[in-house]
């Protein structure tokens, strides 16, 4: 496994890093799944500094503060709805993990922790999105020297499973 790279089983709320990435909606005003959890420990901080921003695409990438959350800040990226694959999904899900990347570095975080974007809710096959998060973090770490530590976590154990065979 790459040095930098780790992989852990947790609820991402409880991670002590730089920034966590949430897999928010285009509208950032909450919802279920990581969204819910996220806002409900981060408290209304979060939300408030949403609203402000208005709103995302899918594929791109916003950040807040981290509210009562141990981590210093929120990347927020939406994730494309799957719809069968050919309506650019593998793309926009690439585009999530590579500006939430840049986010990261231009904000000075150091350790990043990536809930499992689009694979809930949003139903991204999740061995397809595993495949898409590794190569896209591995392809960026190997141009960046800024960022100290990948932080992948997994909440399900299906996920948790895939990343583990593909990381290994
Ligand atoms: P999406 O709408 O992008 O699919 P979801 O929140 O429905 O987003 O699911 C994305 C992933 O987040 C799923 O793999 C799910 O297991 C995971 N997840 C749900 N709650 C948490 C949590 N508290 N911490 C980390 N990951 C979570």
């Avoid at 969204?35 to 402000?52: F, N, P, Q, S, Y």
Wanted: overall charge positive; aromatic content about 6%.
């Amino acid at each position: 496994m790459e040095k930098r790279i780790s992989l852990v089983r947790e609820d991402i709320t409880k991670m002590s890093c730089d920034a966590i990435v949430n897999a928010a909606n285009k509208t950032l005003l909450g919802g279920g799944g990581v969204d819910g959890a996220i806002h409900r420990v981060g408290g209304k901080a979060i939300l408030k500094e949403c609203m402000e921003i208005g709103g995302c695409e899918a594929g791109e990438a916003v950040i807040t503060g981290g509210g009562k959350l141990q981590a210093s800040y929120v990347i927020h990226t939406v994730g494309p709805i799957w719809r069968g694959g050919k309506n650019k999904e593998s793309e926009l899900l690439k585009n999530c993990y590579l500006n939430s990347l840049k986010l990261a570095v231009k904000n000075g975080v150091k350790t990043l922790a990536f809930s499992n974007i689009s694979t809930g809710v949003y139903g991204f096959p999740k061995r397809k999105a595993a495949h898409i998060a590794i190569s896209t973090v591995r392809d960026f770490l190997s141009t960046d020297n800024s960022i100290e530590k990948i932080i992948f976590v997994c909440f399900d154990e299906e996920n948790y499973q895939i990343y583990k065979e593909i990381l290994k």
